[in-house]
């Protein structure tokens, strides 16, 4: 026995040995070209751990040079991740989505840095459009990650282990400017900078911390939304989601097959759907999907399949259609991956959709043709009238562009006839600029008509059409965010009259004068009428019915011909915006409007008792005795020197727009939702304080300091400024010592000469 172990131990010390002194031997890696050979075809990339984290920066950074400018180009790509941990960094261009496979975000981390700049326009992130991040885990090296973007570009099922900024940096560290985006269903650890996002829509997610708004922000089932009073603070807040289903997604399931993953319906919602177990669903085996490939596609195909009952999964490309994709089996599934692009050849519609259940449409982009498409997606046919409140049809991520490509024409760019149908992220874009983009050329008269009763839409942006922008004839609709602005391209006051030709303009957001109930939350409407001075009557205009109501509605004047102007926000409700300046000229607000019964013709009681306080040069604080009124008082306009400066739903108002030493006299009118108007209130004047306070003896110091020293702070002149001399590094300080105890109301931060800070 002695000797037997000896020769086990013997034998055991030889392998080891033999262990030691073999040479090392390495796996090769998975070559990158394999990322490009699925079924999916050459646009898709489908990347592995197993890949050198070199060759898929490489293949990352390759496709961004030739995406980062390419607004109007014909490539798109997707670029797939599969289950575990990438060590890259890269950004994400036009025509680009990037998405994790794995079943839940935390499957797929991206160690390093997964961004969208805006350094190809300076900073500005206007146009930064069509592209979009899904269903993984982003943790940045630096802490931070950018997403700088405005329309059609959503962010879904994102874990993001650090804060979120929504802008991008010009070369002189401006805040670029951008224009609006969408995030749902995500998470965010820090906190979520906007800055100069003028816009934004967020949905069921959670951030440690929101930092600011400018004109309209919503949050609709979110958690840690930002406090403040509108319209101080642009924010809608809307505790819980009503009804929802996510947008479905490919993944690999454990056993290494494709599946698409199509979450359940869900109601009265908060937080993401996957922030304390997987979001709730059914998964698809792809061998249901017909895969919709740009090498091998025809029209006549896609029909077949549908018909025999498949789904379809569109993969990147342009697809030219000459008859249009009919879907008439419930439930059924129709996904589009790296922003494909349907362009119907005929007048018919792209895709038309049978008033049946479930039916789900995702992730796909929609280019007029130049065959003035009545529609270029029909969700029902005209006269639908089935309930699908069970099984609702869910639209998600659908974009559509008249003009910007080639001189495309449609009556609509979508009709909704069918009920109980879910919008989810929305852009309708009349092009205002590239191929075909004039009055007359890439006509869109409509951007979104909808016919269909209790229909809900989340994140609408609807923009530039011909006349109504958004159109809504039926019961029950519910909007939860809508940005929309109107053309600028309008030629001459003549060529843009409603109403038989006796009003100026088209509202932006017109609800049917039939319709008895729609409620709607977050609107704002902007104005740059380019090319002529034109006014719009009005930017929202609804029925005056009991059962429609708008909470939380703005206009804004971004730019234009001196003359043009917004009018009015809602009906007759609301002063005008017609300039940059002063700040009411720019934009106007209307907390809400409530319908009211037709017939009432009494006006509120006078506001009674106003008074006016001046606790600063730029501030005027008024408060007033409420009204009444026999049905409900809907606001209050405000008057200064006679002109109308805003609107309150309340009893009080701050006008901050004062000067100093100056006289003004203040008085306020009540006013109903029938637009009764009561007389002026009793007249109060205020003169506002001297702006300087005395400086002598004191004495400021700085770290670090410059040539600009920090002296130039307190010498009262606005010539002067101080400044560190190094840009955007952290720990920079100034320190104002006032040598006494003084009592300071309100600090004013007045960034003259460097307007853009």
Known sequence: MRSFHKLVSSISMMALAVTLWSPAISQADTPITDANASMFGPNVYVFDPSMSATDIQNKTNEIFTRQETNEFGTERDALLFKPGTYNVNFNVGFYTQVSGLGQNPGDVTINGGLNVNADWDNGNATRNFWRGLENLTITPSNGTTQIAVSQAAPMRRLHIKGGLNLFDF???????????GYLADSIVDNNIVPASQQQWFSRNSEWASWSNGVWNMVFVGDKNTPSGDFPNQPYTVVPNTPIIREKPYLYIDNGGQYQVFVPSLQQNTQGASWSSAPTPGTSLPIDQF???RTDTYSTANINAALAAGKHLLFTPGIYHLNDTIRISHPDTVVLGIGMPTLIPDTDAPAISVADVDGVKLAGLVFDAGPNATSSLVQVGPPGSSASHAANPISLTDLFFRTGGVTAGTNAAQMTINSNDVIGDHFWMWRADHGAGAGWSTNVSTNGLVVNGNNVTLYGLF??????????????????????????YDVPNQAAWMSKGGTENGYASYKVADSVTSHEAWGLGVYSYFRDAAVKLGTAIEVPQAAGVKIHHATTIWLNGTAGSEITHIINQTGGKVYANSPGTAMRQTLTEFVGSDAGDTQAPSVPGNLMASAPAYNQVNLNWGASTDNVSVSGYEVYRNGALIGTTASNSYTDTTTKASTAYTYTVKAKDDAGNASAASNSASVTTPAKALDRTGWTATSSPTSADGPMNLIDGSMSTRWSTGTQMANGQSFTIDMKTPTAINSVVMDSTGSNND
Do not use: C, K
Not at 468 to 480: H, S
């Open 170 to 180: 010009d070369a002189n560290w401006n805040a670029g400017w951008a224009s609006g």
């Open 290 to 292: 017909y895969i919709v």
């Open 462 to 487: 609807n923009e530039h059409h011909n006349e109504y922008q958004t159109l809504w004839n039926g019961n029950g609709g519910r909007v939860y965010f809508y940005q929309s602005e109107i053309p």
